[in-house]
């Protein structure tokens, strides 16, 4: 165990959320630290989506306070979250399949010339070194999205997360739809995400995966937080029970 | 506690490891060349395809008769085209965009009318009044933008029920009576008139505005962002995209352009009727779809619908001259129409069988 002061990039303290007459989120607090993977884990209804959304500036929270590096923000909307260096891969991948590779990759931050005209020839060589550090394989940076395979939109998808240079990068269910070979990338590719110096949120149901790529573990249950452990101070047995609920099991 | 000996999970980690470590070629970044990648996408494009069936139709009709080619018929025909066209261009951002405007022609027919009324009774200097409906169409669509995205209403029904509306505001504002206009002045050589007296300034406009809105649709982050938020909505708004707006720029675009062909129409008839556009929307409609634009949103291109409505213009035109009567027309545009979308819909079907096949070949096929 490190002797050194984990560094909190972002503190989220009483977040809750309400939709209707559903409570999705109850008084959750959370650290996102400096160079680490958070894994969040829970059953489905935990909140894992919420809690996320709301990092993302896709909802707002009913009540709670963020801060970053020790600032009180308001994450207004998926723009302000980038502009604050949170970057999202979201679990419908949120990519446009009539758009190319480039395009997606760049989507809402296209870079420009002149500031309206698009700077095509930056955009595809941009996406070249993008996909190349992803050791995938793409047919062009021209071809239509929605004519790749699972596994290759999942790495766009992340790509466009990795490439915005956040410190911290939000995952949502990233290997729930991928093969072995294609979640074992995706795991390699959040290694070395922390590598890089980026914090990395994870959102999974999958035990193994967890266990293998994360340095915390925090669990849901029914909208409220259950507790936050260390991955080498615990194992899958006592996860499960936070996540069921002790005295279920 | 178990004595069978068990596999710990760092071996098996381990051991997966050592499994999938990538090998030789796997994880190459492109396989395509620029070459292969350029060639795959001409070979898919529906701007060629429509080409080649606009090029095929013009030919046809150049051997059915020699009226065709004639450069009379031919500048009348481009003259015609190019209300529609001038519109087809806004609708092309807008039906990329997700939405709709089914009021364009009861816009149109209005815009003229209040026009017709500012230069022709009230004597404004026409080049102002044209500046007023510009503003006038501007704040039209403006209304539909913020009907359809803050209040809700789906484009089609709002934009049905503005073309009733529109329409009646045209007669009411007319006093069901074409107004006419002394025809002197900058404005009418500047539209109705032509260059060195031969060249129609109504093809300038029509060229303008099919340059202008092409480039700004294709190259341009906000017509990026059309194609966005006309492919997928949710996924342009998570990435930051204010879809809001840009459906309301798209909106304010075609009633923008349907107050530029008003003033035109004046200025080429020296009158304001306001009957003006009925039937506007199926032509308009028409030339997009037929040019490739997806009615769900997403795909097309500002020349891609130009050269619907070329089509569209060359099938009134060329009929007419073969002896056919006007009525003929729009049901040859009616099934022009229809076969276009059958024909797309066939071969999106196909394209993706061809791509389940490619792809469980390349994947090995039967092994």
């Not at chain 2, 032509?194 to 406009?205: A, C, E, K």
């Given at each position: 165990?490190?002797?050194?002061?984990?560094?909190?990039?972002?503190?989220?303290?009483?977040?809750s959320?309400?939709f209707g007459h559903?409570?999705?989120?109850?008084?959750?607090?959370?650290?996102?630290?400096?160079?680490d993977?958070?894994?969040?884990?829970?059953?489905n209804?935990?909140?894992?989506?919420?809690?996320?959304?709301?990092?993302?500036?896709?909802?707002?929270?009913?009540?709670?306070e963020?801060?970053l590096m020790?600032?009180?923000?308001?994450?207004?909307?998926?723009r302000?979250a980038?502009?604050?260096?949170?970057?999202t891969?979201?679990?419908?991948?949120?990519?446009?399949?009539?758009?190319?590779?480039?395009?997606?990759?760049?989507?809402?931050?296209?870079?420009?010339?002149?500031?309206f005209?698009?700077?095509?020839?930056?955009m595809?060589?941009?996406?070249?070194?993008?996909?190349?550090r992803?050791?995938v394989?793409?047919?062009?940076?021209?071809?239509?999205?929605?004519?790749?395979?699972?596994?290759?939109?999942?790495?766009?998808?992340?790509?466009?997360?990795?490439?915005?240079?956040?410190r911290?990068?939000?995952?949502d269910?990233?290997?729930?739809?991928?093969?072995?070979?294609?979640?074992?990338?995706?795991?390699?590719?959040?290694?070395?995400?922390?590598?890089?110096?980026?914090?990395?949120?994870?959102?999974?149901?999958?035990?193994?995966h967890?266990?293998?790529?994360?340095?915390?573990?925090?669990?849901?249950?029914?909208?409220q937080?259950?507790?936050?452990?260390?991955k080498?101070?615990?194992?899958p047995d006592?996860?499960v029970?936070?996540?069921?609920?002790?005295?279920?099991? | 506690m178990?004595?069978v000996p068990?596999?710990?999970s760092?071996?098996?980690?381990?051991?997966?490891?050592?499994?999938?470590?990538?090998?030789?070629?796997?994880?190459?970044?492109f396989?395509?060349?620029?070459?292969?990648a350029?060639?795959?996408?001409?070979?898919?494009?529906?701007?060629?395809?429509?080409?080649?069936a606009?090029?095929?139709?013009?030919a046809?009709f150049?051997f059915?008769t020699?009226?065709?080619?004639?450069?009379?018929?031919?500048?009348?025909?481009?003259r015609n085209?190019?209300?529609?066209?001038?519109?087809a261009?806004?609708?092309?951002?807008?039906?990329?965009?997700?939405e709709i405007?089914?009021?364009?022609?009861?816009v149109?027919?209005?815009?003229?009318?209040?026009?017709?009324?500012?230069?022709?009774r009230?004597?404004?200097e026409?080049?102002l009044?044209m500046?007023a409906?510009?503003?006038?169409?501007?704040f039209?669509?403006?209304i539909n933008?913020?009907?359809?995205?803050?209040?809700?209403?789906?484009?089609f029904?709002?934009?049905?029920?503005?073309?009733a509306?529109y329409?009646?505001?045209?007669?009411?504002?007319?006093?069901?009576l074409?107004?006419?206009v002394?025809?002197?002045g900058?404005f009418?050589?500047?539209?109705?008139?032509?260059?060195?007296?031969?060249?129609?300034?109504?093809?300038?406009?029509?060229l303008?505005?099919?340059l202008?809105?092409?480039l700004?649709?294709?190259?341009?982050?906000?017509?990026?962002h059309?194609?966005a938020?006309g492919g997928?909505?949710?996924?342009?708004?998570n990435s930051?995209?204010d879809?809001?707006?840009v459906k309301?720029?798209?909106f304010?675009?075609?009633?923008?352009?349907?107050?530029?062909?008003?003033?035109?129409?004046?200025?080429?008839l020296?009158?304001?009727?306001p009957?003006t556009?009925?039937?506007f929307?199926?032509?308009?409609?028409?030339?997009?779809?037929?040019?490739?634009v997806?009615?769900r949103g997403?795909?097309?291109?500002?020349?891609?619908?130009?050269?619907?409505?070329?089509?569209?213009?060359?099938i009134?035109?060329?009929?007419?001259?073969?002896?056919f009567?006007?009525?003929?027309?729009?049901?040859?545009t009616?099934?022009?129409?229809?076969?276009?979308?059958?024909?797309?819909?066939?071969?999106?079907?196909a394209g993706?069988?061809?791509?389940?096949?490619?792809?469980?070949?390349?994947?090995?096929?039967?092994?």
């Open positions: 165990m490190s002797a050194e002061a984990a560094k909190i990039l972002l503190k989220a303290e009483g977040l959320k309400t559903v409570r999705a989120l109850r008084d959750v607090s959370l650290e996102i630290h400096d160079s993977i958070l894994a969040i884990v829970g059953d209804g935990a909140g894992k989506s919420t809690l996320t959304k709301i990092l993302s500036g896709v909802h707002q929270p009913d009540s709670g963020i801060e020790g600032r009180p923000v308001r994450i207004a909307n998926p302000k980038r502009e604050l260096g949170i970057a891969v979201f679990q419908n991948l949120a990519l446009v399949d009539c758009r190319d590779v480039a395009a997606n990759l760049f989507l809402g931050r296209e870079p420009t010339r002149w500031r005209v698009v700077d095509r020839r930056k595809l060589d941009d996406a070249r070194r993008v996909i190349s992803l050791r394989s793409i047919p062009s940076a021209t071809v239509e999205v929605g004519q790749l395979s699972g596994g290759q939109r999942q790495s766009i998808a992340i790509g466009r997360a990795a490439s915005q240079q956040a911290i990068i939000i995952m269910e990233p290997t729930a739809a991928l093969g072995v070979k294609e979640s074992h990338k995706v795991l390699d590719l959040i290694r070395q995400l922390k590598a890089a110096g980026a914090a990395v949120v994870v959102i999974s149901h999958n035990m193994r967890v266990f293998s790529v994360a340095d915390r573990i925090l669990v849901l249950r029914r909208g937080l259950v507790g936050v452990r260390r080498q101070e615990t194992a006592e996860i029970r936070m996540i069921v609920g002790a005295d279920a099991l | 178990s004595d068990q596999t710990s760092q071996d098996y980690e381990d051991a997966e490891n050592a499994a999938l470590a990538p090998h030789d070629g796997e994880g190459e970044g396989t395509q060349t620029a070459r292969q350029f060639v795959s996408r001409v070979l898919q494009s529906r701007n060629l395809a429509t080409f080649v606009g090029s095929a139709l013009f046809a150049s059915a020699p009226l065709f080619l004639s450069s009379g018929s031919l500048l009348n025909m481009m085209v190019s209300f529609t066209a001038i519109v261009v806004g609708m092309t951002y807008l039906l990329i965009a997700g405007d089914l009021s364009v022609g009861s149109y027919g209005f815009l003229t009318v209040v026009m017709g009324v500012l230069v022709g009230l004597h404004f026409p080049w009044a500046f409906i510009i503003l006038l169409g501007l039209v669509g403006l933008g913020l009907l359809v995205t803050r209040v809700g209403i789906p484009a029904i709002v934009t049905l029920a503005l073309l509306a329409r009646s505001l045209a007669i009411v504002v007319s006093n069901q074409p107004i006419n002394d025809p002197h900058s009418y050589d500047l539209t109705g008139g032509y260059i060195q007296g031969v060249f129609p300034w109504l093809i300038v406009w029509l303008g505005a099919v202008v809105g092409g700004v649709l294709s190259q341009t982050k906000f017509g990026y059309v194609y938020t997928n909505a949710e996924a342009a708004r930051g995209v879809v809001r707006r309301t720029i798209c304010m675009i075609v009633s923008g352009l349907c107050a530029i062909v008003a003033a035109l129409l004046i200025g080429y020296h009158i304001a009727a009957i556009g009925t039937g929307e199926f032509r308009v409609i028409g030339a997009v779809v037929v040019g490739g997806a009615l997403g795909r097309g291109s500002v020349f891609g619908a130009f050269m619907g409505a070329c089509i569209i213009g060359m009134s035109s060329g009929l007419v001259l073969l002896g009567s006007q009525y003929w027309t729009d049901i040859a009616g099934a022009l129409i229809m076969g276009v979308g059958a024909l797309d819909i066939l071969a999106s079907r993706a069988a061809g791509l389940k096949v490619f792809s469980w070949r390349k994947a090995g096929g039967l092994q």
